[in-house]
Structure formats: structure tokens, C-alpha cells
T-cell receptor, first 113, second 111 residues
Framework: NAGVTQTPKFQVLKTGQSMTLQCAQD?????MYWYRQDPGMGLRLIYYSASEGTTDKGEVPNGYNVSRLNKREFSLRLESAAPSQTSVYFC????????????FGSGTQLSVL | LAKTTQPISMDSYEGQEVNITCSHN???????ITWYQQFPSQGPRFIIQGYKTKVTNEVASLFIPADRKSSTLSLPRVSLSDTAVYYCLVGDPTGANNLFFGTGTRLTVIP
């Protein structure tokens, strides 16, 4: 049982490049989330998907788009990467949105030069 | 959205009990309190969740006073492997408010 799997683990981009971070969970969870974590700071919610077919903005959605491809997969896309998007990105899932505990992936370390 | 305040950092010796307090003065009636643990280079891991009084599991205890304006995570007899950042979250069970992390408390366990 892999839990939440994120790919890639590391990525370096040049300013203006685009990329998609992939996330998949095998726990049959309904809700999925994308967070970013900057050095010495807590996690900030970018987008979340309460259920398949729905997505909503979190605290810091600007510069990102998401796709809930199916129940298992939730991707995060940077259309035109900026140095301010250098961060560690975590994907998480939960059984439901209603106060359920979150299960996190191991993160993607992204550097934008 | 209930804002939480935690100490930035704490140090403790191995074998001691550690108590981390989280302040949430504007907690709402429907809000639950949830704690997560994060090790370096890993995603956070759920520790414990409660609504009022005391909750205990195999890892920790959570104490919530009657006014619910604060909560205390208690880790019994800490070891070096408990060195991590601990996050307190407060939010209602009907929406996404329970998903907001603060900066957490960095606990360092000293040999």
C-alpha cells in the first residue's frame, strides 16, 4: 500500500517554463490537496478537491492550476514558473473533507531559477 | 477561521514529558483541534484530534480545557526520534477550515 505518491521528487526549472506535478493516492480517498512549504514556514494550502470533479482555491492559488483527473489523481500545474514558486510541494488526501485526517506524500522539491 | 498561536521552538531532554500548548482564542463551536508531526524532508503525519476534555492514543495525549481557547499536546517520555515540528490546526468539520497550518513548534530533544 503506497499511500500518496508524488512525482517527481526534485525538479529545477527556468523562469517561464511550465511543468506539472503529479499526485496519486491508492486509499480510495475522496478529497485531495496541494500545499507548498517554504523554508522555516508552515504549509500553505494552494488548491483542494473535495471530491472527484470539484476543485477549490486555498490560501495561495495564484500562478497554479489543478486537475482532478479521477478519484486517484490530482495534478498541480505551473504554467509559467517564477522564482517565488521555489518551494517544497506536498500532496495530501483524506477520506472526506469533513475534518478527516490528512495523509501526505513525501514532497516535491522545486527550484525555479 | 480560528487562528492558532504556538511557541516557535522548545527543547527537552530525552525521557522527559513534553507539553506543547496551542492558543486558539476565537475557536468556534463546531471546530475540532488536530495535531500533526513533521520530520525533515517528509510530509506531516497526523498525531491526534479532539473536541473537548482529554483524548489519548498510543502516541500522545491532548488536553482541552472547558473554554476550548487552548489545547495542550503531551508527549510522554520523549526520545531523540521525537525531534520534529508539531502543528496545531483548528477547524470545523463541515468545510476546509481545518486544513490551514501555522508555522508550528520545532521540538528538539537533547540527549
Amino acid at each position: 500500500n503506497a499511500g500518496v505518491t508524488q512525482t517527481p521528487k526534485f525538479q529545477v526549472l527556468k523562469t517561464g517554463q511550465s511543468m506539472t506535478l503529479q499526485c496519486a493516492q491508492d486509499m480510495n480517498h475522496n478529497s485531495m490537496y496541494w500545499y507548498r512549504q517554504d523554508p522555516g514556514m508552515g504549509l500553505r494550502l494552494i488548491y483542494y478537491s473535495a471530491s472527484e470533479g470539484t476543485t477549490d482555491k486555498g490560501e495561495v492559488p495564484n500562478g497554479y492550476n489543478v486537475s482532478r483527473l479521477n478519484k486517484r489523481e490530482f495534478s498541480l500545474r505551473l504554467e509559467s514558473a517564477a522564482p517565488s514558486q521555489t518551494s517544497v510541494y506536498f500532496c495530501a488526501s483524506s477520506e472526506g473533507l469533513s475534518n478527516e485526517k490528512l495523509f501526505f506524500g513525501s514532497g516535491t522539491q522545486l527550484s525555479v531559477l | 477561521l480560528a487562528k492558532t498561536t504556538q511557541p516557535i521552538s522548545m527543547d527537552s531532554y530525552e525521557g522527559q514529558e513534553v507539553n506543547i500548548t496551542c492558543s486558539h482564542n476565537n475557536i468556534a463551536t463546531n471546530d475540532y483541534i488536530t495535531w500533526y508531526q513533521q520530520f525533515p524532508s517528509q510530509g506531516p503525519r497526523f498525531i491526534i484530534q479532539g473536541y473537548k476534555t482529554k483524548v489519548t492514543n498510543e502516541v500522545a495525549s491532548l488536553f482541552i480545557p472547558a473554554d476550548r481557547k487552548s489545547s495542550t499536546l503531551s508527549l510522554p517520555r520523549v526520545s531523540l526520534s521525537d525531534t520534529a515540528v508539531y502543528y496545531c490546526l483548528v477547524g470545523d468539520p463541515t468545510g476546509a477550515n481545518n486544513l490551514f497550518f501555522g508555522t508550528g513548534t520545532r521540538l528538539t530533544v537533547i540527549p
